[in-house]
């Protein structure tokens, strides 16, 4: 089974507003990846984030992890129309980080 | 510098045919994965490759081959196209020598249809 759980599965804002995505977990990893995907297209890296870590920032991206809960969650600040995809989280697991387990996905709508 | 390209972008098969799926990486990648994506499903991991000459089962192995003859190439074999199988196909790759926790890198993936 998927490893990864997104929530919500869709998502709709209003341009300007911040976007939250939620993303559980099964077992124990070495460390959690976000990526996003347009429409069509492959995925992109956004961020990630090692297993030791608690918080991460890129530009208007914000990534906690809570290993405790088996968590994480991905701030999006003041998005955009061009934020809307879909955002996907990623565990990488197993001696070399090898096994990368994708979950279901958010969708993601921000309205101009 | 390419990244990671997969061929062919688009195919329509008949059910029971056989077919293969290229993805190439010229970034000196160690570790190459295939998955697919269904609707609602996100992205199932198929086979991957820790490296060259090496393969491994992901979560959704049947009905698949993989091989991974050089480094840089990656192929996934179907050899007998059922519906079910209809799906977009994505390749990656990650892991430079020497490294751990880094990115995967993805192309563009693969339209199959199988009728």
């Known amino acids: 089974s998927q490893q990864g759980e997104e929530d919500p599965q869709a998502l709709s804002i209003q341009e300007g507003e911040n976007a939250t995505m939620n993303c559980s977990y099964k077992?124990?990893?070495?460390?959690l990846q976000w990526y996003r995907q347009n429409s069509g297209r492959g995925l992109v890296h956004l961020i990630l984030i090692r297993s030791n870590e608690r918080e991460k920032h890129s530009g208007r991206l914000r990534v906690t992890l809570d290993t405790s809960k088996k968590s994480s969650s991905l701030l999006i600040t003041a998005s955009r129309a061009a934020d809307t995809a879909s955002y996907f989280c990623a565990t990488a697991s197993g001696a070399g980080s090898y096994q990368l387990t994708f979950g279901k996905g958010t969708k993601l709508s921000v309205i101009p | 510098n390419a990244g990671v390209t997969q061929t062919p972008k688009f195919r329509v098969l008949k059910t029971g045919q056989s077919m293969t799926l290229l993805c190439a990486q010229d970034?000196?990648?160690?570790?190459m994965y295939w998955y697919r994506q269904d609707p609602g499903m996100g992205l199932r991991l198929i086979h991957y490759s820790v490296g060259e000459g090496t393969t491994a089962k992901g979560e959704v192995p049947d009905g698949y081959n993989v091989s991974r003859l050089k480094k840089q190439n990656f192929l996934l074999g179907l050899e007998s196209a059922a519906p079910s199988q209809t799906s977009v196909y994505f390749c990656?790759?990650?892991?430079?020598?020497?490294?751990?926790?880094?990115?995967?890198?993805f192309g563009q993936g693969t339209r199959l249809t199988v009728v």
């Open positions: 970034m000196n990648h160690e570790y």
């Open positions: 990656a790759s990650s892991i430079p020598r020497g490294r751990r926790n880094t990115e995967a890198f």
């Open positions: 077992t124990s990893i070495n460390n």
